[in-house]
């Protein structure tokens, strides 16, 4: 019989053969048996023997697997299934596939785009925008790459598109055949990486509902294909694999403590250099143990990473064979991660739960993930089930870590760390030079972090005798290792990224620093120097402060759960929720950071002049992502590019979802750069919560939710402000005086007439106004009408003019 990684690999390739027959639609081709893309695949598989040679496989028996999967198919029998391999992968074909029940589309099929997956979403009563899709070849390129997967009225979607994208994934698998050798596992990760790229963005059907990737359909087929003949031990009969029954495992792990963890640093006795370093590298920590805990788990049932069908925020869910053997691997987890916990002094609490079903269940998976979420919820209510009664022991007090505050110091001396934290600033130092994550099994390169069962390290490049490795940046080329496009790096401002917003050179830089009391010799001196807390705020324009944003995807537990709900037809696939998970973890992980790293690449699609790309490039790198990924993010940086950049992000959310219902809430707010990092993260928290109570869609600043649609023109009136400032057409006094009457008719206990009041006395205020400049004067005469948001919101755009127009 099969190996299982080989079953896997014929169900990642099932489809493939419909990239080909879209990129020779209507061609003759003479040596075809028929234009089937069942067909086609099994010319795939022919075409590229020799690479599933190198990595040990019969590419005769991996032609006929593949390509035999199609039980319905009665007048063509040559690609019904006949043995269990085949009906393995054509029983994974059918469970994945539910979303293909809908009514025909019509239309040329290579013509029909790749509908965006928040199309379908009911949300508050409406659906997406419709006539929308994607473009598989754009002008950055083929396939996935960062500010591609955006919706357009005319997508560009025909043959040739498909031509061109058989050649890009040509290319990539001639340069994964000149390898010296190839491992079945890493040749499926590298099968599954570049179907990310170049199928990512291809409609898997399109003769029905076309919203669910090539990619995505591909990547679950294989999932359960994998864990389907997992399940019969790798030597079923036909009937025994078509009897259903509770063959699956769905796993959900998630941590507890999150936010308590990454924030316990003490900043008083690190210094604050210490905190930017740490905090990042804490936050790193956190999804790093979830992914090795998920990781973990899979290697020890011979399974890969594909059967992680989803996973961001410190949470994952995977599809596992119901056995007694992954039972007991997940009881064996429990207790080492829970041992671990405990010996990191019990501020993560790993949490892990199953739930058992069938094969016809896939059909309603939301309702399986209520069950796992019913069952993780018991989970928590024990968070180490394997402990018993434990006998207390005294031993000799010693210092508490000056970092963290709960673990043992190394040594009996102020300011002393414990072995944990004294890795974190090593692994902060090195974050801004490092591209990639790997997984060891024994030795890893120092720093590691230690998890069970897996060593977690930093590299650049290739990183030798990793197990598996996640690259931070959308790089599919393979190399040969099994690995994953997966960002949890970040992104670090430096020393690099001040000199370029700054336009100087190293050592007047210092100086700089030096003058404004910001020089800390400990942090040492180089160009990839993670910048502290006091430079960012320092390089603030205006007050030197710096700036947190806290932001939430609105709506998404609605989403998940009932957004594919129908009354008609349930609409709530396993690959449709996944495929929805994957495009928001894509944003915000990966789009996010690139607005960061390099903005330039949308001034196009968000309509900046090119002095605004120019002013961005300088300044959206020293923005800090103390984490983005899932459905949320935290950012730190100088205020004011903070803000603009928060105004560009809600825009490109907008037109990367095109769904009136999925917004953005959240919260804007400045600290002076010593406020301890637990203080902003609870504080921006309020501010998102209020945000969310004054209807969600809106962003807290200034002490005022906001809706987003108002803040462009609140951003003019600032941008006005601010003019009128500096060219002392408006004095500050004026400004302050507009505040004290906006505060007045806002005052409790006043009627509307009482409120009224505020009209005249304003009018006469700005007489000097008018003394100065008769156009400004008439423009803030506007001021009068207390219906328009210009008063409404008079708070946030003249504290944001005031802050970016004085120091200190």
């Known amino acids: 019989m099969a190996e299982p990684v080989h079953v896997a690999l014929a169900a990642l390739v099932h489809d493939v053969g419909k990239l080909l027959s879209r990129a020779r639609w209507g061609e003759r081709d003479d040596g075809m048996p028929d234009r089937t893309h069942t067909a086609y695949t099994a010319l795939f598989v022919r075409q590229h023997a020799g690479l599933f040679q190198k990595a040990g496989m019969d590419p005769k028996w991996l032609e006929r697997t593949a390509s035999r999967h199609h039980e319905g198919w009665r007048d063509r029998p040559q690609y019904q299934p006949q043995t269990p391999e085949e009906w393995c992968v054509a029983l994974a074909d059918t469970y994945a596939s539910q979303e293909r029940e809908g009514e025909g589309q019509g239309g040329n099929v290579p013509e029909v785009p790749l509908w965006p997956i928040f199309h379908q979403l009911r949300l508050q009563g409406t659906e997406g925008e419709g006539g929308l899709g994607l473009s598989p070849v754009h002008a950055l390129g083929e396939g996935l790459v960062p500010g591609a997967p955006y919706p357009e009225a005319r997508p560009n979607v025909r043959k040739e598109v498909y031509g061109r994208l058989l050649e890009r994934l040509e290319g990539r698998l001639e340069a994964l055949s000149r390898l010296p050798s190839l491992s079945p596992e890493a040749l499926l990760l590298s099968l599954a990486a570049i179907?990310?790229?170049?199928?990512?963005?291809?409609?898997?059907?399109?003769?029905?509902?076309?919203?669910?990737?090539?990619?995505?359909?591909?990547r679950l087929a294989a999932a359960i294909a994998h864990a389907l003949w997992l399940y019969h031990g790798g030597s079923p009969s036909v009937a025994?694999?078509?009897?259903?029954?509770?063959?699956?495992?769905?796993?959900v792990g998630d941590f507890g403590g999150i936010q308590g963890h990454i924030y316990r640093i003490a900043g008083a006795e690190t210094g604050v250099g210490g905190i930017a370093k740490r905090l990042r590298a804490r936050s790193l920590e956190v999804s790093l143990a979830a992914e090795a805990m998920a990781l973990g788990l899979l290697r020890r049932l011979g399974l890969t990473p594909l059967n992680r069908l989803m996973g961001a925020g410190g949470k994952f869910y995977l599809l596992l064979p119901n056995t007694q053997e992954a039972q007991e691997a997940l009881e064996e987890a429990r207790k080492a991660w829970g041992e671990w916990a405990l010996r990191g002094g019990g501020s993560l609490l790993p949490h892990l739960a199953y739930v058992a079903f069938r094969g016809q269940d896939f059909r309603d998976f939301p309702g399986l993930l209520k069950a796992a979420h019913r069952a993780l919820a018991q989970a928590k209510l024990r968070p180490f089930p394997h402990l018993g009664r434990t006998e207390a022991t005294l031993r000799q007090a010693l210092r508490p870590c000056a970092a963290c505050g709960l673990k043992p110091a190394r040594e009996d001396a102020p300011g002393?760390?414990?072995?944990?934290?004294?890795?974190?600033?090593?692994?902060?130092r090195l974050l801004p030079r490092r591209d990639r994550v790997g997984f060891f099994l024994e030795e890893a390169p120092r720093p590691f972090l230690q998890f069970p069962p897996l060593r977690v390290a930093l590299g650049q490049g290739f990183l030798e005798g990793a197990w598996h490795t996640y690259r931070a940046r959308a790089d599919f080329a393979p190399d040969g290792a099994s690995f994953e496009v997966k960002p949890l790096l970040g992104h670090l401002p430096t020393v690099a990224h001040a000199l370029k917003a700054k336009d100087m050179g190293l050592e007047a830089y210092r100086a700089w620093l030096q003058e404004e009391g910001l020089w800390e010799e400990e942090e040492g001196w180089d160009e990839d120097r993670p910048l502290t807390f006091g430079e960012l705020a320092a390089l603030s324009e205006g007050v030197p402060y710096l700036g947190g944003l806290m932001l939430d995807a609105d709506r998404m537990g609605e989403a998940f759960a009932t957004g594919f709900r129908r009354e008609s037809r349930d609409l709530a696939t396993?690959?449709?929720?996944?495929?929805?998970?994957?495009?928001?973890?894509?944003?915000?992980?990966?789009?996010?950071?690139?607005?960061?790293r390099n903005p330039a690449a949308y001034a196009k699609r968000l309509g900046w002049n090119d002095r605004e790309a120019r002013q961005k490039a300088l300044r959206y790198p020293l923005l800090y992502s103390v984490y983005s990924g899932g459905d949320d993010l935290f950012l730190l940086g100088p205020w004011d590019a903070l803000l603009e950049f928060a105004l560009d992000l809600e825009r490109l959310y907008r037109l990367y979802t095109r769904h009136p219902a999925l917004t953005l809430s959240g919260a804007f707010l400045l600290f002076a750069p010593k406020t301890p990092v637990s203080q902003m993260a609870a504080a921006l928290r309020e501010g998102e919560k209020r945000a969310k109570e004054a209807g969600r869609g809106r962003l807290f600043l200034f002490g005022q939710a906001v809706a987003w649609a108002e803040l462009p023109e609140l951003h003019r009136w600032r941008e006005d402000l601010r003019r009128d400032l500096a060219a002392e057409k408006v004095s500050k006094a004026q400004a302050y005086r507009w505040l004290a009457l906006w505060r007045e008719f806002w005052a409790d206990g006043l009627d509307e007439g009482e409120r009224m009041r505020y009209k005249p006395l304003l009018a006469y205020a700005l007489r000097r106004v008018r003394e100065k400049d008769e156009g400004t004067w008439k423009r803030y005469l506007e001021l009068l009408d207390h219906t328009q948001p210009a008063w409404t919101h008079l708070p946030v755009w003249i504290q944001w003019a005031l802050y970016q127009e004085r120091r200190g």
């Open 195 to 218: 179907f990310q790229e170049g199928l990512a963005l291809v409609p898997a059907d399109t003769q029905s509902e076309p919203d669910v990737s090539l990619y995505d359909h591909l």
């Open 240 to 251: 025994d694999l078509r009897q259903d029954g509770e063959k699956f495992l769905l796993v």
């Open 416 to 428: 002393s760390l414990c072995p944990d934290c004294e890795r974190e600033a090593e692994v902060g």
């Open 574 to 596: 396993p690959s449709r929720i996944a495929a929805l998970s994957r495009a928001l973890e894509w944003f915000f992980s990966v789009e996010v950071l690139e607005l960061l």
